[in-house]
């Protein structure tokens, strides 16, 4: 078992002044580790794959909140659409309709942001800033819809890298762009941004929601 209490302390204090919400990442980390860190009285917890979500899930103690925050494939969501509270990568049109289905056949509405690539470099997922407010426009234009699907705002991460001005440019950015959006969505009230390396930038940026792994559990050794 190796929850870093500590940090965790630490983290809240930062944390709680501005409302900002902590989801421990506890991706290739032990269940163990979710029960210690769920016993200070954590309730979000992120997961990467759906797979160890389904089993970690079920071995977890009820009342966790379960946030899916890696790249899911379509044909993946119908396995996480009764429970999940969180959807943070949405990165296609695709997707979105997909979510929407499952919404439907679990007579539920799912909470989902829409993953924005703001890093420079090539393999993060997500739209642009333009798919994005295209996006949105189709929906308040009433074009589009989804009845089971609760966009709640946007999510990114900023390029891995020591450059802090170019770091704080990016999160400044998607600051900016989920400013713009909220006025025509009333329903947005999240912007998922900051990791363990990055989320005291984040927040000075105005993230609402922090995603933090290795400060918490360690390093993740693969
Ligand atoms: C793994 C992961 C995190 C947590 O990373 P740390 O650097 O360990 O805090 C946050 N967000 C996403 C999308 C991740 O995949």
Same mark, same amino acid.
């Given at each position: 078992m190796s929850v870093n209490k500590q940090n965790y302390q630490e983290i809240l204090s930062q944390l709680q002044p501005g409302g900002v919400t902590l989801v421990a990442v506890s991706k290739i980390k032990p269940v163990s580790d979710i029960e210690?860190?769920?016993?200070?009285?954590?309730?979000?917890?992120?997961?990467?794959?759906?797979?160890?979500?389904?089993?970690?899930?079920?071995? %977890? @103690?009820?009342?966790?909140?379960? $946030?899916?925050?890696?790249?899911?494939?379509?044909?993946?969501?119908?396995?996480? %659409? @009764?429970?999940?509270?969180?959807? $943070?990568?949405?990165?296609s049109e695709k997707l979105l309709k997909e979510i929407d289905k499952q919404g439907r056949k679990n007579g539920r509405a799912i909470n989902c942001l829409l993953q924005v690539h703001i890093a420079q470099e090539e393999t993060k997922f997500g739209f642009d800033a333009a798919e994005v407010t295209a996006l949105i426009s189709k929906i308040t234009a009433g074009e589009l819809s989804f009845e089971h699907v609760n966009i709640c705002g946007l999510m990114g991460m900023a390029s891995f890298s020591d450059d802090l001005q170019k770091v704080r440019s990016e999160f400044e950015f998607l600051a900016a762009l989920y400013k713009n959006l909220q006025a025509a969505?009333?329903?947005?009230?999240?912007?998922?941004?900051?990791?363990?390396?990055?989320?005291?930038?984040?927040?000075?940026?105005?993230?609402?929601?922090?995603?933090?792994g290795s400060l918490l559990f360690g390093a993740r050794i693969q």
């Open positions: 210690a860190l769920h016993a200070l009285g954590q309730k979000d917890f992120g997961e990467n794959y759906v797979q160890e979500l389904l089993e970690k899930a079920r071995a %977890a @103690p009820p009342g966790i909140r379960w $946030h899916f925050i890696g790249h899911l494939q379509s044909n993946k969501v119908k396995y996480i %659409a @009764p429970f999940i509270h969180l959807i $943070h990568g949405v990165d969505m009333p329903s947005f009230n999240t912007l998922s941004m900051g990791m363990s390396g990055d989320y005291k930038l984040a927040v000075e940026c105005g993230s609402t929601m922090v995603r933090i």
